[in-house]
């Protein structure tokens, strides 16, 4: 695993026990319980051992699992698009007091948001049937019926229909944002809208709330689980810049996750 600066110096010990399950708990509990020892969690703390330990145990289930397929660029293996990917561990204790940790991915992982071993999204809009894809038809349709009408030379009714699609697609998006309801650790609940408003924004930024950071708070406060670290990695080849190097740790993004995990930490 590459690293990069801000790492806690102490050597990580293999202390992962990969598992099927959401909670991946750690082997060795009593080394797990003095590297926890004094730990407050803040999401922009140096990488800590648990973390690393938890990373590689990741990284090995990414490097041989068989469930789904998805190119991450890496080796000759994969079809379609490159698309490299963000994971998250958050190491925890578990409401028996057992330590362990949770993964995340940021957005969609092989076309899909449930896997085994992840957690699952704050909001599921891929349902079959869901208001999203019902709207997402709706916009299609519209999108043809522009297109006819370009073709018939009704620039009038062109104009009509492009402004009755501008507004389907702002309240299809302020309806998606106003399911995504986050928890905080005092248990209260809010929305993106609120979130975002509250720190200035008109609305939330495009993809806020699908980051692999607050997906993992959220499972872990909803199942009365304490954080105790954080850490996120690239994961793959980046596909539209060099912004990201597989392998290495990234603090939350400022723009979609700040905002959220603000919220989710505060009292």
Known sequence: MTTTPGVCPQTAPAIHQPTNSVFTRFSDQDAASSLAEGLR????????????AAAEGLQQHLAHQTEWQHNFGLGSGGNGA???????????????????YLAAFSGKLANGNHHSGFVEPVFDALTA????????ARLSEINAEIATLELEGDLAAVEKRKEARKSHS?????????????RNKAGQTRNLIDIFEAHGYKQPPAGAGECAGPKLLQYAFRHHMEPLALAEFWWGLSPKSATWKH????PPCKEKCAPILDFMLGE
Not at 129 to 136: D, E
Not at 247 to 250: D, I, P, S
Request: aromatic share 12%; glycine share 12%.
């Open 170 to 182: 702002i309240a299809l998006q302020r309806k998606l944002h106003e399911h995504y309801n986050f």
């Open 247 to 250: 392998g290495e740790f990234y």
């Open 41 to 52: 969690f803040h999401p922009n703390a140096p990488i800590h051992p648990l973390c690393i």
């Open 82 to 100: 490159v698309i490299g990917k963000m994971f998250g561990v958050l190491a925890v204790r578990s409401h028996d007091g057992s330590l362990g």
């Open 129 to 136: 049937g869901s208001f999203l894809n019902t709207g997402m």
